[in-house]
């Protein structure tokens, strides 16, 4: 749902004239309808907040005070910690595994830690790592969860997905977990099952009606496939440990991924602030809720006008899918030789001729969560007022950077 350009513009100028670009903002009634909306779609099942797509512990609290929502999936040991720490949340799951050893050796020596934080295994090498930094007999049991590859493999060597756990089939999941379950100093509690193919890639790319309808040709054969093979493989672990959680899908599968009985929550943080690579999605589009402004510092030609600054590239395949782009006013694009800018960037269309030194253009990120790593604080915008709220590296906490 895209609010109207021109009083969002308006709105946004004002509950920030008072600050300096770049300035980034999260406008709190679309950020609130997004979480709702999303619960809604997640049919009583609770969903865990992905943290790498928000990154501001002030946003986190808000979401988890809202019905629907229960617990923070996290992308780091270390930030998984200091969330249990400062008190946002007492059950975290860590998505990826880690190797950090200090990090480790901090949660073995707390009993309340390693009480609150689940760490991500597809391997028995990760468990031997972690026997490494604390011996079991001298830790509270490490709570763990088996990442299951989600990937589609429909032929051969073909495989639709990306690439994270070798776990694949039923068989090799139980494996996995009767290995887990014969070691000592852990407890298995979880499985994890990210169709990254279904929830991560959209439908209805624009401009691209070909690509469109073989994406959703292919959504919709591995949908069924991924279906069977994640209950089986749930079935097959349960034999092995009493599962707490089994997480699947994300913001683009909230209402199909909950829908699978062996799924017990959902994961979704983007559709939060509603990045542009949810604009390419049929089933579900969040409000804008992210934005950021650059202003105008000069006018090289009648229909050119220059920002400072603009890089701030999404991470992903190099495509101009992972391009901020430019959004009020409307009709302005980027110079095809040029593009984002690491210092300077000029944008060019009707609407520049309109723009002087001193204004602003505002921008969505191609993201969600990556905005926060060029900004120390988000302006929480409510109505025409706004307040700051520090991001993770605003509070020091470059994670990943």
Not at 56 to 71: A, D, F, I, N, Q
Request: with cysteine; glycine share 10%.
């Amino acid at each position: 749902m895209l609010p109207d350009r021109t009083s969002l513009r308006e709105r946004l100028d004002k509950a920030t004239g008072d600050l300096e670009t770049p300035v980034a903002v999260v406008d709190l009634a679309a950020f609130d309808d997004n979480a709702d909306r999303l619960a809604a779609r997640a049919g009583g099942k609770p969903l865990r907040v992905a943290s790498k797509s928000i990154r501001c512990r002030t946003l986190l609290e808000r979401v988890l005070s809202r019905p629907g929502w229960h617990g923070v999936m996290a992308y780091t040991l270390p930030e998984a910690i200091w969330l249990v720490r400062t008190g946002v949340t007492d059950d975290v799951l860590v998505a990826y595994p880690t190797v950090d050893r200090t990090a480790l050796a901090e949660l073995a020596a707390d009993a309340g830690l390693a009480a609150a934080i689940t760490l991500m295994v597809d391997h028995p090498a990760q468990l031997d790592l972690i026997d490494l930094v604390v011996d079991p007999s001298a830790r509270p049991a490490v709570r763990l969860c088996i990442d299951l590859d989600a990937a589609w493999r429909p032929a051969g060597p073909l495989y639709i997905g990306v690439r994270r756990s070798p776990v694949h089939s039923a068989a090799q999941a139980g494996a996995l977990a009767r290995t887990l379950a014969a070691r000592d100093g852990f407890r298995l509690v979880g499985v994890m099952c990210y169709e990254a193919h279904i929830a991560g890639v959209g439908d209805d790319p624009p401009g691209q009606p070909l690509r469109a309808r073989a994406i959703r040709l292919m959504q919709k054969r591995a949908l069924p496939e991924l279906l069977a093979r994640r209950a089986a493989a749930v079935r097959a672990v349960r034999e092995h440990a009493d599962l707490e959680f089994v997480n699947g899908g994300g913001t683009g599968s909230v209402a199909a991924t909950s829908a699978d009985p062996a799924v017990t929550e959902v994961a979704a943080g983007s559709g939060l602030y509603g990045p542009t690579l949810f604009d390419g999605y049929r089933d579900w589009r969040p409000t804008p809720a992210a934005f950021f402004a650059l202003s105008v510092v000069r006018r090289p030609a009648p229909r050119i006008a220059t920002v400072l600054g603009g890089g701030w590239i999404a991470s992903g395949t190099a495509e101009d899918s992972r391009l901020p782009t430019p959004w009020l006013p409307e009709g302005l694009s980027y110079k095809a030789d040029e593009g984002a800018g690491e210092v300077q960037t000029p944008l060019v269309g009707a609407a520049a001729e309109g723009l002087r030194p001193g204004d602003r253009v505002w921008f969505r990120h191609a993201k969600a969560g990556e905005l926060c790593e060029h900004v120390n604080e988000l302006q929480l915008v409510n109505g025409e007022t706004a307040a700051p709220a520090p991001t993770y590296r605003g509070e020091g906490r470059a994670f990943l950077g």
